[in-house]
DNA sequence: CTGCGTTTGGACTCACCAGTCCATATATGT
DNA sequence: ACATATATGGACTGGTGAGTCCAAACGCAG
């Protein structure tokens, strides 16, 4: 008798494929915008065996939406390692700002901002939900580091928290929002890093 | 003979009437939720009184856009003349800073901000104007002031362009993202001052 | 009062879409 | 081979919505 049995993993394979397929049309058209025959098609799968894994549309984007939050936080915790090494401030802040800046610019991450903008106020639960993988998340990492400095002296903040959400917002904000509204933005790597060395520079000196 | 002839204002009436309902509407449920019927029922006209005034849907959600965008640097630029008057940066900082704060978090403009991250894939032309009519503007007019600073050596910024927008993220971009996604966020004078003071003080200490 | 621009209510066409139903095919596991 | 879970293609229902058409009403200006 064997150990492991072998399984059928048409379930999982089609339920992906349909998570995938959504994930790409609603970002690309929106939700409303965006049909379930589309999806379908997309997906490769009849439209029946969309409503055999998800009970209708709202349940499918819900769901869609959950698990691309899901992946908003990870690249940045697997940085944490790398930015913990006994490092200056400007070298941490470097390390995680470049890894943010590459995080926010992704197009997966910048349709989910747009459909978190779009239909948060119909679902207001995704937004909750992407602030606290996403932002939140990202945040208390930083602060947590900032903690660390402030301990040691390096640094004199009395609301890390605070303070990581501003190096974040110096740092993203103009270059997300020109991403997000389709305005020319330079974003070689030079001009990353060239923002990057601007706004850990004046963050440290802000803060010190 | 009369200097000045009666006029038929029902045109113009009906023309405000039917964008305001525009506005109002496309805010609330998004572009492709909202219908012309529901517009015209919201404006008290016809929906055949919409198609003489506006060519199609689109073209009278881009005419509403466009004239929202229009009011959008409007407040700020009043604001102007009283940051001039011979301030210290702290203080102009502070009151351009309130000012700002109060704006973003005005509900037509936060609707405006969600109807141009939705909708300025499909139509770019949102984003242009958008950002131009707002951002942009708002910068300039406070990298200008910045400039007077450094000419007068308060202040020690070779950028004053990135500056400005440095200032504006650090100012708003926390509170603006939690107010649009439904986070909780403390939005009483006290605690907008207090961000506001900080992010002041900050910044005056980054740059000097 | 008359001419004419503006507006109206209602009906209409055509296309789209969420969700349902159905008979059948397919694939898996025993 | 058989039982059963999963998936399919296609048709369908009922509703919605952009835009059009039409005859008539309304309101303004001269």
Redesign the pocket.
Known sequence: MTAV???????E???RAILRAAEELFMQNGY???????I?DHA??????I???F??????FVGMMEGMCCRYGYPMECMLGEAQAGKSPADTLSALGMQKLRLIALPDAMGLFRLVISESTRNPELGRIFYEQGPKFTNKLLSDLLDAYVKAGTLKISNTSAAAETFYAMLCQPLHLKLMIGVDVDTSEKALKQHLDEVVTRFIKAYS
């Open positions: 049995a072998a399984k059928d993993t048409r379930n394979d089609k339920h409303a915008t965006t049909s379930m025959d589309a379908a490769g799968v009849s439209k029946q065996t409503y055999a894994h009970q209708n549309k709202e349940n499918l």
